[in-house]
Every structure is written in C-alpha cells, then in structure tokens.
C-alpha cells in the first residue's frame, strides 16, 4: 500500500487548494535541496524520489509552475524505472495540482486521471477525485463535477469537509442555486475557522514542548556547567595540596 508519508503528501497537496491565496511558501527549499544530494550520494532510489516530490510541490507553492514541473518529472521518469506504482500516483497527483495551479485545466485533468490509474487504494483516491470534481467545475462540466465531488466526500477528515463545502458552494453557485452555495459557503467558513483554532492549539502546544525542551536544556547545561566547575575547583585544590 501507500506509505504513512506519500498519503500526507497528497492530503496536503490536495487541500492546500483552500490556502492557495495565501503568500507563495518558499521555506524549504534549500533543505530539500540538500536532502537531495544526500539522497542521491546515498543511491537511496525512494528517498530521492520522494524528495523530488516535496521540492516540487515547494516550487508550486513558490509560484513557479514550470520549475516544479521539472521535478515533478525527474520523479516520475525514477519511479518509472523501479516500478514504483504508489509514488506514480501521487506524482501524476502533484503534476495535475501544478498544471491546475497554472490553470492549464486539459492538463491537470490528464495527469489527474493518470494518477488515479495508477492508485488502487478506494480511501487514497478521494483527495484525487476531489480534484477532479474541481477541474470539471472550472471546465464547466456541471454534472460530471457533481458526481465526482460527492464519491470523493470524506467525512473523517475536517480539511476534506472543508474542501468538500467550498467546491460544492462554488458548484451550486454556477448553477444558479444560491442559497444552497451559501449554505455550503457557511459551512466552509465554519470547517476553517475549526482548522485555524486547531492548528493556533497545536503551535501553542508544540512551542511549549520546545519550551519545557529548552529548560530542560538549559538546566542540563547548567548542571554540566556547575560540575565542571566543582572538577576545576578540586583540580585547583589538588594543585595547591602540599606534598608530604
């Protein structure tokens, strides 16, 4: 099946849709980069896979479409050589969510059904059908993106809740259905806000364990410091003992 890592890559590429008017996500880069060339030093065929993955996507988030793309498509061409279905998958995913980005609408829609082709999963599918169901909302196929936003709805998941709501209201609102667009827009805004209250929760409690983390650091340190010290001192004393 799909590793623990690929499944988060696709979840986070898919419903990154909800953010993407936020400032371009440049942070990074230069990390993946360097992972890269350990990777490829290692000869470690998966690591570099997947980190083409990750650098690519952090080019979408950059803005820069066609960089992406390049490696986006080195990771394909590997994963071709290894037969390396599952990252396949997710690949053509993240190729489909840049070419969309770029709003090359046949494009994304090609690369987003090669990548279900390639998935086997019923549970990984849903973020790729989503996106499906978007692309055909953008080309103005209405029924064809109705069907394929309701197989692809998962309710397990507050980010796919909220994806689901905002593609729906967008969907009801072409079609004339405006009090239905405003309920799902009411309940997009409610998924978000449940998200952003979630993640302020999570940074708090993740900047405390840094916290407890660096006191206890710190108090090592000072441990370390105050033994050293009474090594100094005893070595000091040894000096100065006479010798009988």
């Given at each position: ?7 988060r890559s ?38 570099i896979?997947?980190t ?27 994963a071709?050589?290894?037969?390396n279905n ?9 190729l ?8 090359q ?41 109705k ?22 209201s967008?969907l ?7 009090r ?5 827009r009411?309940a ?5 806000d ?12 993740d ?10 650091e710190?108090d ?25």
């Amino acid at each position: 099946g799909e590793s623990p890592r690929s499944i988060r890559s696709r979840r986070r590429t898919s419903w990154g849709r909800l953010f993407q008017d936020q400032a371009p996500y440049e942070e990074g880069i230069q990390k993946f980069k360097k992972a890269l060339g350990n990777a490829e030093s290692r000869k470690d065929t998966s690591d570099i896979i997947y980190t083409l993955s990750d650098l690519g996507w952090s080019y979408v988030w950059k803005g820069d479409y066609k960089e992406s793309r390049i490696y986006f498509e080195k990771g394909i061409k590997l994963a071709q050589t290894v037969q390396n279905n599952s990252m396949l998958s997710l690949l053509y995913h993240h190729l489909g969510m840049s070419f969309r980005m770029d709003n090359q609408l046949s494009k994304a829609l090609l690369y987003t059904d090669k990548s279900l082709a390639y998935e086997t999963d019923s549970i990984n599918m849903l973020p790729t059908l989503s996106i499906k169901g978007d692309l055909f909302i953008k080309l103005n196929q209405l029924d064809s993106a109705k069907y394929y936003l309701e197989i692809s709805k998962n309710d397990r998941d507050f980010y796919a809740i909220a994806n689901y709501h905002n593609d729906m209201s967008n969907l009801e609102e072409k079609l004339g259905n405006y009090r239905k667009a405003l309920e799902h827009r009411n309940a997009y805004c409610t998924y978000i806000d449940s998200i952003e209250h979630s993640e302020r929760d999570q940074n708090l409690m993740d900047l405390q364990k840094k916290y407890n983390y660096s006191q206890v650091e710190n108090d090592n340190h000072q441990l370390k410091i105050k033994n050293e010290d009474i090594a100094r001192i005893q070595r000091l004393k040894r000096r100065i003992i006479p010798m009988e």
